[in-house]
């Protein structure tokens, strides 16, 4: 479904802003409660029952299927976190705590970067971990010892930095170590804290609340023209930071389908009558990868227990979104995107939809809805086929490699 109704508003004074951000919400009533510098756009999702198709050719231009190499060296059980940079794939397996897997662009296996243990140079928790895009270094964030542990793009180790937080999430920028957690130790009062370079916090905001009992490891930040996106657990609102600023930049309104603040709480206070509440009242809360491009914003969101996609056009103001890609420029099966840089969007495709997505492409062949003389179609069937054959099994997850136009 697509919507249009969407805009940019000023308002008054981080200090209000701040004391909405301790509670975890943002209400349409406090608007023009904000600063005359802080102005953000509202992205309107009033109308979720209303779907149209959504056709990945309305945003891209190309899809590249790219299969990674599959051997002992490199099993993927789960891509947690992917991120590239001067021709290096870095992926973080949720299921392997023992090394950031680093491949070139084509797919092949380059080798592992980190070391699982107790000594100096090796880590106890891979939490999360960043390129430092300044510095040309690879940084893994380990929550276990609480360090920083700098790799080049070589995967050959730098140092170690002590951290003075403890968290579930991690991001660098401009020489800058971005960490959150909803309720962290209690020496430290914030779920989100910069440090410098050495390790000190520079900043801290959304004061916590010790009564939430959940850690959430979802993707929270994302970098967008030099400032760190940053969403959080249940909120409709997204930040954006760059040195000693912090300020709201997108709203999300979903309308009669906003989560009440009564219910939040409950949620946040016991996380396992979350689905019960959500599907209950139809609430559309849970943004999550949300990623900025210089035309669009892409994001997801569940709604009735169910994980939305939604694309916003920021030149045409329009939204659309579905629970469903349909890829109709190489019919390969297009799970949600979990990273944007620059140009290029990806995802991840699961081995074992090979089989169906072999099937489906068939039958678009054989209802004379494609052509099996498209070379791309011919070309990507191919491939199907060959992974096929290898086994499911011998298969890593696959990279969907879309250029936006």
Not at 75 to 82: E, L, R, S, T
Not at 245 to 262: A, C, S, W
Not at 360 to 369: F, G, H
């Amino acid at each position: 479904m697509k919507q249009k109704k969407n805009m940019t508003i000023k308002g008054k004074g981080l200090r209000v802003i701040l004391i909405l951000i301790s509670l975890g919400i943002f209400s349409c009533t406090n608007l023009d409660e904000q600063s005359e510098n802080d102005s953000y756009t509202i992205i309107h999702l009033t109308n979720l029952n209303d779907l149209e198709e959504l056709r990945l050719s309305k945003f891209i231009n190309d899809v590249k299927i790219i299969p990674l190499e599959f051997n002992k060296s490199c099993i993927i059980g789960k891509i947690k976190k992917i991120e590239f940079f001067e021709n290096r794939i870095f992926i973080q397996d949720e299921l392997n705590n023992e090394s950031i897997l680093m491949f070139d662009f084509s797919g092949h296996f380059i080798k592992n970067i980190g070391f699982s243990g107790r000594g100096p140079k090796e880590h106890i928790d891979l939490t999360d971990f960043s390129v430092d895009e300044n510095n040309k270094n690879l940084v893994i964030y380990d929550n276990g010892s609480r360090k920083f542990i700098k790799y080049d793009l070589n995967g050959d180790f730098i140092g170690e930095i002590n951290s003075k937080f403890s968290a579930d999430n991690f991001e660098v920028n401009d020489n800058f170590y971005y960490l959150f957690r909803d309720n962290p130790s209690i020496e430290v009062e914030h779920s989100l804290v910069v440090e410098d370079k050495t390790g000190e916090i520079e900043e801290r905001y959304f004061e916590t609340n010790l009564d939430i009992g959940s850690r959430i490891r979802d993707n929270i930040f994302s970098k967008y023209n030099k400032e760190m996106i940053i969403t959080r657990p249940y909120n409709d609102t997204v930040y954006s930071h760059r040195p000693k600023l912090l300020n709201k930049k997108y709203y999300v309104n979903f309308g009669e389908n906003k989560i009440r603040t009564e219910d939040l709480k409950t949620i946040l206070k016991n996380p396992t009558q979350a689905n019960d509440i959500l599907i209950k009242n139809k609430y559309a809360t849970g943004i999550k990868n949300f990623m900025e491009q210089k035309n669009i914003v892409y994001f997801s969101f569940t709604y009735n227990s169910i994980q939305y996609s939604c694309f916003y056009n920021k030149k045409s103001k329009e939204v659309f979104f579905n629970y469903s890609l349909l890829n109709d420029i190489n019919y390969i099966f297009f799970p949600s995107p979990i990273f944007i840089k620059d140009n290029i969007l990806l995802s991840v495709f699961d081995p074992s939809l090979i089989p169906n997505n072999i099937d489906y492409i068939e039958n678009l062949i054989k209802d004379k809805t494609i052509s099996s003389t498209d070379s791309k179609i011919s070309e990507n069937l191919k491939i199907l086929t060959d992974l096929k054959s290898r086994g499911l099994e011998n298969n890593n997850p696959i990279l969907l490699w879309a250029t936006l136009k």
